[in-house]
């Protein structure tokens, strides 16, 4: 539940951090976190008018902290809402006196009502461009072409092209429209079709589908779809269409049976009646790193076996490599290629195609969001090495000169937009922050000087420096400016009994913190001596740390 709350509360005014204290901490816990800061805190005990004001605004922000976390109602709904809950949006929607869970429900009735008003207004589209190219005058010109054309550009053509687009419109929880259509040109000749679908889920195990369609080349068409599970491991679907034309009417039978063999296979058995008959069985494997497929198909006109593989690079980029190879009595093709998310939305992929009797061709796709581009480029009808060798280098290279003087300076200076506008946006309250985390500071020294009387007493944990921010360690990277706060005193406060322990929250809401980078990546990195010996850490903003440990020990040496 969270995971509910908004970014910025979580950053500005995170509770759990404050008390640092965990987001699952008993009644005891919070009570033991709550003692310790009031008497840091505790107004009384500072004779300076200016010390004790900002004292008693600290102490107040711990009280309130406190009492929102120790009691049940305010603390679920703190969990499910943020702070602004508990202003206005939490109180609205549940009555005071309810438990925990029954406010937990509420939210969740709340959320499904608020995912049907989103499911009503959303369209889904989805479409497709693609634009064939012919490029064989590049490898296959004849020589007495060459010699008329010497000096002459090559001749390159679109010859086909198709768009089509589709969208869903949502009727009721249960019923859905999807209007389509599509535009199809080949060598100066084209057609289009529309079709609507009205698809009801019947119940949890299945749906029906009813699809009305027309075209200027295939005529009308009536086709109906099933779905259903058959049982938890096993499921069914079978379509079956009436195309009308002059010719007269050409009826069609598809069904599907597929099976879980195991948590990532899943085997499927096909049989098809209609125009283009065929039987088909294909067993499919999907895991986290990998996806094979292996299929044998044996119909009219087409009867082949085919079989293809491709890696998943567990990377930022998502990057995944593909191969393939199928052969049946058209002859045989085999394919390879790669494909890379280059932006948040946006995929690009290139495949080589090499095949006897096709030829080379390259296939070049863009997925960006909902929508595909497709440019299938055919460079020769023979099988030669210089067209599998530009279509295969060519690519690479056009995208690494793209990647390195478009994409990377483009997303650079995008995210930076983005971290000014961030920045701008929480200016006013950073700059609360800072005053609030450099008061904190002030009032800790007296503290913090008896701690660190103690632990050099029983040479337990001294913290020597402690840095917290955005630290720039990578040498690609060193005209970027470090931007970091020093909060040796703050961390030397939370010492107790040679023990240091920080929780898996932001550390920028702790006692004497705030964030010195909005929007950037932020580390902890503390320099400490413990037992005489000299340590070091560097930990994640997020990551829970414990000190002492010995793995955090210097060697001599060094």
């Known amino acids: 539940m969270a995971s509910a709350l908004d970014d910025d509360e979580i950053c500005n005014d995170d509770y759990y951090s404050l008390l640092n204290v965990r987001r699952e901490a008993t009644q005891e816990e919070l009570k033991a976190a709550y ?32 009492e929102v976390l120790s009691e049940p109602q305010a603390r679920a709904i703190y969990d499910i809402y943020g702070k602004r809950g508990l202003d206005v949006d939490g109180w609205e929607v549940v009555e005071r006196k309810r438990s925990p869970a029954e406010i937990r429900e509420e939210y969740e009735r709340l959320q499904r009502e608020r995912e049907e008003r989103r499911l009503q207004q959303r369209t889904n589209p989805k479409g497709t461009i693609s634009v064939g190219i012919d ?18 550009m090559p001749h390159i053509e679109i010859n086909r092209m198709h768009i089509s687009q589709s969208i869903e419109a949502p009727l009721t929880t249960k019923d859905t429209a999807v209007l389509s259509g599509s535009l199809s040109t080949h060598n100066g000749t084209g057609g289009g079709t529309i079709n609507l679908a ?43 269409g009436l195309q009308f034309s002059s010719r007269g009417v050409r009826p069609g039978v598809t069904t599907v049976l597929a099976r879980h063999l195991d948590k990532n296979t899943m085997g499927y058995l096909q049989w098809r009646w209609g125009t283009q008959s065929s039987m088909n069985t294909s067993v499919v494997r999907d895991t986290k790193s990998s996806h094979f497929t292996i299929a044998v198909q044996l119909g009219i006109p087409h009867t082949f076996m085919m079989m293809s593989y491709q890696y998943k690079f567990q990377d930022e980029d998502q990057t995944k490599i593909k191969g393939s190879v199928k052969s049946g009595f058209f002859g045989t093709v085999v394919e390879y290629g790669a494909e890379r998310k280059i932006s948040r939305h946006s995929v690009v992929g290139a495949t080589v195609s090499v095949g006897v009797p096709q030829g080379v061709s390259l296939k070049i796709k863009l997925n960006r969001a909902s929508q595909t ?24 290279v056009f995208y690494l000169a793209i990647q390195q003087l478009v994409i990377r300076p483009y997303l650079r200076a995008q995210k930076e937009q983005e971290l000014e506008k961030q920045r701008e946006s929480s200016a006013s309250n950073i700059a609360k922050k800072k005053q ?9 020294q007296e503290s913090v000087r008896r701690i660190i009387e103690a632990e050099e ?30 909060i040796t005193v703050p961390l030397q406060c939370l010492v107790k009994d040679s023990k240091l322990i920080l929780t898996e929250a932001s550390k920028s809401g702790l006692p004497g913190f705030y964030d010195p980078c909005v929007g950037e990546e932020k580390s902890l990195k503390v320099l400490y001596q413990f037992r005489g010996v000299m340590h070091q850490v560097l930990s994640g903003d997020t990551e829970p740390l414990r000190i002492p440990k010995q793995s955090h020990r210097i060697d001599s040496d060094t």
């Open 198 to 240: 009205l698809r009801r889920v019947t119940s949890t195990k299945g749906w029906g589908e009813v699809e009305l369609g027309a075209g200027d080349t295939h005529g009308p068409l009536f086709g109906m779809k099933i779905f259903r599970n058959l049982t938890p491991r096993c499921f069914a679907t079978a379509q079956c």
């Open 35 to 66: 003692r310790r800061l009031c008497m840091l805190y505790h107004p009384d005990k500072h004779r300076d008018p200016e010390l004790k004001r900002q004292a008693e605004a600290l102490f107040n922000l711990v009280h309130e902290a406190y």
């Open 457 to 486: 007493s029983r040479m337990g944990l001294i913290i020597l420096n402690a840095w917290y921010g955005k630290f720039v360690t990578d040498n690609s990277r060193k005209h970027e400016r470090a931007k970091v706060i020093d």
């Open 436 to 444: 609030e985390a450099e008061a904190a500071v002030l009032l800790m």
């Open 373 to 396: 581009y497709f440019f299938p480029i055919h460079l020769t009808d023979q099988l030669l090495p210089s067209a599998v060798f530009y279509a295969t280098v060519g690519p690479l």
């Open 135 to 152: 490029a064989t005058d590049l490898f296959d010109r004849y020589e007495e072409d060459y010699e008329d054309m010497v000096g002459g």
